[in-house]
């Protein structure tokens, strides 16, 4: 079994839908990042949390640490949402991030 | 400009032969990483250091890979006799060791490809 699992794998939505993107873990952390990767590499932070909820714009993440999930959703999704969205949750220790798979998201217009 | 820096962006090179990668972290931040992401795939986990110790290195970093940050500021990653299997995107990442902690900062990747 993988460390880290993210559903799903890949996920096409019409502009404006509401998406959930899901992350599950098997180690114990400290904190999860999501991270959010276009094309061409460039890897930008979204949310860094380590309980409860957080909220950026049309962001929102969630993390469950006892039941070892957290969710990435997006509401009102746009085309300029299409990316790789990926979950990294951190050891105890907070400097080894161990990467999820990612979710490839196409946001059509 | 206060974000992570990497140089080159894009490297292109003969296997066997040697190529080395520059980061330049933001610069109050005391930890910096190193990870490579194959096509498809997430980012691995390589290499870290805090300040200029070399804390943590993960087995997939061989004998041919080594990373410096001889003053605690910029890093470097060579990579010795190349193979084609080297071929990624090498990313650094880098944090500060304070609260609110370990939120991490990634430069724009140096593409090695090798032929």
């Known amino acids: 079994k993988n460390e880290v699992e993210q559903s799903p794998q890949n996920l096409t939505a019409q502009e404006g839908e509401f998406i959930t993107i899901n992350c599950s873990y098997s180690?114990?952390?400290?904190?999860l990042h999501w991270l959010q990767q276009h094309p061409g590499g460039g890897i930008v932070s979204l949310f860094m949390?380590?309980?409860g909820k957080k909220k950026h714009g049309r962001l929102i993440a969630t993390i469950n640490i006892q039941e070892k999930h957290s969710s990435l959703h997006i509401t009102a999704s746009h085309p300029r949402d299409s990316a790789v969205y990926i979950c990294?949750?951190?050891?105890?220790?907070?400097?080894?991030?161990?990467f999820g798979p990612g979710t490839r998201l196409s946001v059509l217009p | 400009d206060t974000g992570v820096s990497q140089d080159p962006r894009h490297k292109i090179t003969k296997r066997g032969q040697n190529v080395t990668f520059r980061c330049d972290p933001i610069?109050?931040?005391?930890?910096l990483y190193w990870y490579r992401q194959t096509l498809g795939q997430g980012p691995e986990f390589l290499t870290y250091?805090?300040?200029?110790?070399?804390?943590?290195k993960s087995r997939l970093l061989s004998d041919r890979f080594s990373a410096e940050r001889p003053k605690g500021s910029f890093s470097t990653l060579e990579i010795q006799r190349t193979e084609q299997g080297d071929s990624a995107m090498y990313l650094c990442?880098?944090?500060?060791?304070?609260?609110?902690?370990?939120?991490?900062?990634f430069g724009p990747g140096t593409r090695l490809t090798v032929l």
């Open positions: 990294a949750p951190a050891g105890y220790s907070g400097q080894n991030f161990v």
């Open positions: 180690v114990g952390i400290s904190a």
């Open positions: 990442a880098s944090s500060s060791s304070g609260r609110p902690s370990f939120e991490q900062f």
């Open positions: 949390l380590s309980s």
């Open positions: 250091f805090q300040n200029e110790a070399q804390l943590e």
């Open positions: 610069s109050e931040h005391n930890r």
